[in-house]
């Protein structure tokens, strides 16, 4: 059974950091490129950010900012994100790109992230 959990979210004020972890199973975590999404409220299901198994790219909303990494030996999918804004606001998610389709909100619970003063 394939399982992602996302953690890590918080409120944070704008500037600040947070770091967001995704625990995988059920599948060969190192064969498959994976992506960090965020959904915001009324809006669409957005890729922040993909990460081959050494390649990454970025929205260009997030670019210098945000860091996605991996472990493999882990099975684990990293988020880190700095200088956080306002609009960075979104329950974040993570997913096999392969598979992110549909509304992010159908794959699994998520992560809430809020930048707020």
């Known amino acids: 059974q394939v399982q992602l959990v996302e953690s890590g979210g918080g409120l944070v004020q704008p500037g600040g950091s947070l770091r967001l972890s995704c625990a995988t199973s059920?599948?060969?975590?190192?064969?498959?490129?994976m992506g960090w999404y965020r959904q915001a409220p009324g809006k669409e299901c957005e890729l922040v950010a993909r990460?081959?198994?050494?390649?990454?790219s970025y929205a260009d909303s997030v670019k210098g900012r945000f860091t996605i990494s991996r472990d493999n030996a882990k099975n684990t999918l990293y988020l880190q994100m700095n200088s956080l804004k306002p609009e960075d606001t979104a329950v974040y998610y993570c997913?096999?790109?392969?598979?992110?389709?549909?509304?992010?909100?159908?794959w699994g619970q998520g992560t809430q992230v809020t930048v707020s003063s």
């Open positions: 997913q096999r790109t392969l598979f992110a389709l549909g509304p992010c909100d159908s």
């Open positions: 990460i081959t198994g050494i390649a990454a």
């Open positions: 059920g599948f060969t975590f190192s064969t498959y490129t």
